[in-house]
């Protein structure tokens, strides 16, 4: 069966520092990933998804960047976080393009 | 219009009744609908996926799908105080490519004892 695991689960971060956080999936090849963000109280953006190994999109302009690494790894990262940074970072990964499984979350606060 | 719209609630029933919780879409020509269960501080969780018209039932959850009317909806029965959480719509919309499910900002149901 697939699992997907997000990792930190909770971090906290102060203005101007760099952000990292993983995901990565298993019991699949070739999953389309997906990061989404959501602020307190507010539905889920989208922020970027990936087909393939090294292939990115962009939904939202911002200080935030993905890379896809290896094939199931999915990286959202900051060279330099804001407070409007801080939410609830979704990874999710689908096979047929439609249904969408997420991972347990990382929540950033950023002060 | 969003292409995704739901009630933001919050939706309250008592325990033991029913809860109906609708979702309405922009694009007539969709074809894969799902709802997900959230509980606070959680990460959505599949709970349903419809493709057909008509109704879908999951143990005490139906999923109902009217593409004519472009909505669907989720019947809840026997509520039970678990069931507190926000429920979150998504459609597959027309466009073709892997950025096609758009999430609805979601229901909050609260269940009281």
């Known amino acids: 069966s697939q699992t997907i695991h997000q990792w930190p689960a909770t971090l906290v971060q102060p203005v101007g520092s760099p952000l990292s956080l993983e995901c990565t999936v298993e019991?699949?090849?070739?999953?389309?990933l997906y990061w989404y963000r959501q602020a307190a109280g507010r539905g889920l953006q989208l922020l970027f998804y990936?087909?393939?190994?090294?292939?990115i999109s962009s939904e939202v302009p911002q200080n935030l960047s993905a890379s896809r690494p290896q094939d199931r790894q999915f990286i959202l990262s900051s060279k330099k976080l804001l407070l409007s940074d801080s939410g609830f970072y979704l990874c999710?990964?689908?096979?047929?393009?439609?249904?969408?499984?997420f991972g347990p979350g990382t929540r950033l606060t950023v002060l | 219009q969003k292409e995704v719209e739901q009630n933001s609630g919050p939706l309250s029933v008592p325990e033991g009744a029913i809860a109906s919780l609708n979702c309405t879409y922009s694009d007539r020509v969709s074809q894969s609908f799902f709802w997900y269960r959230q509980y606070s501080g959680k990460s959505p969780e599949l709970i349903m996926s419809?493709?057909?018209?008509g109704d879908k039932e999951d143990g005490r959850f139906t999923a109902q799908l009217n593409k004519a009317s472009q909505y669907v909806s989720l019947l809840i029965r026997d509520s039970q105080p678990s069931d507190s959480a926000t429920y979150l719509c998504a459609v597959k919309l027309r466009q073709t490519g892997a950025n096609n499910l758009f999430f609805g900002t979601g229901t909050r149901l609260t269940v009281i004892p």
């Open positions: 019991g699949t090849s070739n999953p389309n």
């Open positions: 419809i493709y057909s018209n």
């Open positions: 999710a990964w689908s096979l047929t393009g439609d249904t969408q499984y």
């Open positions: 990936s087909v393939g190994i090294g292939q």
